[in-house]
């Protein structure tokens, strides 16, 4: 069968991405009023607009799921396990090594300065920024992950109960390694976030994805839905995205704009992170396992992106909204984005790695 073509938004989604990007810290620096009263709309630090456009985003992804597909991934142990081990086991350990090898030492001298905590106590602020690094690499994706999976025609049914998953297992050990990663007694965890975020972000397009598709299968068959109503529903998905940069970027453009060289030092470290998860998961250990490059894809993805409003939200609560490590965590969203959709092109570049039976016959 041969496949669709793209549309205009997914042939040139780097570039508007990247001009959303740019747009939104425009927008942040010349009128910084319109952002700060967009980001005062918020719940336990959820930005209530923001949760408006990646419902749109979510919501788009889930009504396309058959859920029978995801009974089926969740009956196939050997992705899931793999995914928990790269995002548990390896990825924590992974960032505070590269993190700390980076911004403690080779460009120890490129950071200078102290800082004065939210609890009072004077740190240095590579120090802080380590921190921040931390706060992001403990935290992998719940919500953004579906959208990339879904773009490097992944499983989706895989992706959804990782999704799942990794929501319980943050709630279990995202207080515990980061206190002992951050070496912090008792670190504050922010369980309202993260239960809203997740909730809002995935629990309620999943409902709404679910039922909807039932009723309109019902009503109008799976041939109406699958030629009408996709169709007029696949921009809405990406378009929710581009609005969804402009508006967090508006909220953190005058800080990028203010802090250019920093961001690109602590930009290294977590891009090298990234890389490093993606490269391990993708061309290591799912080749290992053998898994096909509809499960090899999501399982790589979600371990290389994060969970990024729960790491500000953490980083903020703990150390401050003007600290070096809520800075860090915002560079990470600087950089996932264009990075994860070069990932995605990737994927989709090299899916034959994964026809075993022809690599072996060469």
Same mark, same amino acid.
């Given at each position: 069968?041969?496949?669709?073509?793209?549309?205009?938004?997914?042939?040139?989604?780097?570039?508007?991405?990247? @001009?959303?990007?740019?747009?939104?810290?425009?927008?942040?620096?010349?009128?910084?009023?319109?952002?700060?009263?967009?980001?005062? +709309?918020?719940?336990?630090?959820?930005?209530?607009?923001?949760?408006?456009?990646?419902?749109?985003?979510?919501?788009?992804?889930?009504?396309?799921?058959?859920?029978?597909?995801?009974?089926?991934?969740?009956?196939?142990?050997?992705?899931?396990?793999?995914?928990?081990?790269?995002? $548990?086991?390896?990825?924590?350990?992974?960032?505070?090594?590269?993190?700390?090898?980076? @911004?403690?030492?080779?460009?120890?001298?490129?950071?200078?300065?102290?800082?004065?905590?939210?609890?009072?106590?004077?740190?240095?602020? $590579?120090?802080?920024?380590?921190?921040?690094?931390?706060?992001?690499?403990?935290?992998?994706?719940?919500?953004?992950? =579906?959208?990339?999976?879904?773009?490097?025609?992944?499983?989706?049914?895989?992706?959804?109960?990782?999704?799942?998953?990794?929501?319980?297992?943050?709630?279990?050990?995202?207080?515990?390694?980061?206190?002992?990663?951050?070496?912090?007694?008792?670190?504050?965890?922010?369980?309202?976030?993260?239960?809203?975020?997740?909730?809002?972000?995935?629990?309620?397009?999943?409902i709404a994805g679910y039922f909807s598709r039932q009723l309109m299968i019902k009503h109008k068959? =799976?041939?109406?839905?699958?030629?009408?109503?996709?169709?007029?529903?696949?921009?809405?998905?990406?378009?929710?995205? @581009?609005?969804?940069?402009?508006?967090?970027?508006?909220?953190?453009?005058?800080?990028?704009?203010?802090n250019p060289l920093t961001i690109l030092w602590i930009a290294i470290p977590l891009t090298i992170?990234?890389?490093?998860?993606?490269? =391990?998961?993708?061309?290591? @250990?799912?080749?290992?396992?053998?898994?096909?490059?509809?499960?090899?894809?999501?399982?790589?993805?979600?371990?290389?992106?994060?969970? +990024?409003?729960?790491?500000?939200?953490?980083?903020?609560?703990?150390?401050? =909204?003007?600290?070096?490590?809520?800075?860090?965590?915002?560079?990470?969203?600087?950089?996932?984005?264009?990075?994860?959709?070069?990932?995605? +092109?990737?994927?989709?570049?090299?899916?034959?790695?994964?026809?075993?039976?022809?690599?072996?016959?060469?």
């Amino acid at each position: 069968m041969p496949e669709k073509k793209l549309s205009i938004f997914e042939r040139y989604l780097t570039m508007w991405v990247l @001009l959303c990007i740019a747009g939104g810290i425009f927008l942040g620096k010349i009128a910084p009023g319109v952002a700060t009263t967009l980001n005062d +709309f918020s719940i336990y630090q959820v930005s209530i607009p923001i949760a408006v456009c990646l419902f749109f985003m979510m919501y788009p992804i889930m009504v396309k799921i058959d859920f029978s597909q995801v009974l089926r991934s969740a009956k196939t142990p050997k992705p899931v396990l793999l995914t928990l081990f790269i995002n $548990w086991a390896i990825k924590p350990f992974s960032m505070f090594a590269i993190s700390y090898l980076f @911004l403690g030492y080779l460009f120890r001298d490129l950071l200078p300065g102290t800082e004065i905590l939210a609890n009072g106590e004077e740190v240095e602020l $590579w120090r802080s920024y380590i921190a921040g690094t931390i706060l992001l690499g403990i935290a992998p994706c719940t919500a953004m992950v =579906l959208m990339w999976g879904h773009l490097s025609r992944g499983n989706d049914g895989l992706t959804l109960v990782m999704v799942a998953i990794n929501s319980l297992m943050m709630l279990l050990l995202y207080g515990p390694l980061g206190s002992l990663l951050l070496n912090v007694n008792a670190m504050p965890v922010p369980w309202q976030t993260m239960v809203l975020s997740v909730s809002i972000y995935v629990a309620l397009p999943l409902i709404a994805g679910y039922f909807s598709r039932q009723l309109m299968i019902k009503h109008k068959g =799976l041939a109406w839905f699958n030629a009408k109503f996709l169709r007029w529903l696949t921009p809405v998905s990406i378009t929710a995205l @581009l609005i969804t940069l402009i508006l967090l970027f508006s909220f953190k453009g005058a800080v990028i704009i203010e802090n250019p060289l920093t961001i690109l030092w602590i930009a290294i470290p977590l891009t090298i992170q990234t890389l490093f998860i993606f490269t =391990l998961g993708y061309f290591v @250990l799912s080749r290992w396992f053998k898994l096909s490059y509809q499960d090899a894809a999501p399982v790589s993805l979600i371990g290389a992106s994060n969970h +990024f409003e729960v790491a500000i939200a953490t980083a903020v609560i703990i150390f401050g =909204l003007s600290s070096g490590a809520a800075l860090a965590t915002v560079v990470g969203v600087l950089i996932e984005v264009p990075l994860m959709l070069m990932l995605v +092109f990737l994927c989709k570049r090299t899916n034959y790695l994964f026809e075993y039976n022809r690599i072996d016959k060469d």
